[in-house]
């Protein structure tokens, strides 16, 4: 069974970064995109960043767009999502998550789900 384990979050100043990982115990039986999302409390999951399965096309939201990064190693079966300049807004659970194929901005196109890491930004 696919499962998936994000850490890496902690509690950062305002302007600090973080570097989020996602480790794939078992790979999909197909190549997989994969996606970061986050949750805030009362707020709905919103989208972070995707990656495909071969690292060449990523796309992000806007509110993240030019401070975070997201990476993959297939060979290490990992994922990462490099956080700089962050802002209190960040502050939220972050998963990570896999599904077959293509990249995806849609929480309900996703397989497989990781457990959140807390990621707290102070002012």
């Known amino acids: 069974q696919v499962r998936l384990v994000a850490s890496g979050g902690g509690l950062v100043q305002a302007g600090g970064s973080l570097r989020l990982s996602c480790a794939i115990s078992?790979?999909?039986?197909?190549?997989?995109?994969m996606g970061w999302f986050r949750q805030a409390p009362g707020k709905e999951r919103e989208f972070v960043a995707s990656?495909?399965?071969?690292?060449?096309?990523?796309f992000y939201a806007d509110s993240v767009k030019g401070r975070f990064t997201i990476s993959r190693d297939n060979a290490k079966n990992m994922v990462y999502l490099q956080m700089n300049s962050l802002q209190p807004e960040d502050t939220a659970v972050y998963c990570c998550?896999?599904?077959?194929?293509?990249?995806?901005?849609?929480?309900?196109?996703?397989?497989?789900w990781g457990q959140g890491t807390q990621v707290t930004v102070s002012s």
């Open positions: 078992k790979r999909p039986d197909s190549e997989y995109a």
């Open positions: 998550a896999a599904r077959r194929f293509g990249l995806s901005l849609q929480s309900t196109e996703y397989d497989y």
């Open positions: 990656i495909s399965w071969s690292g060449s096309s990523t």
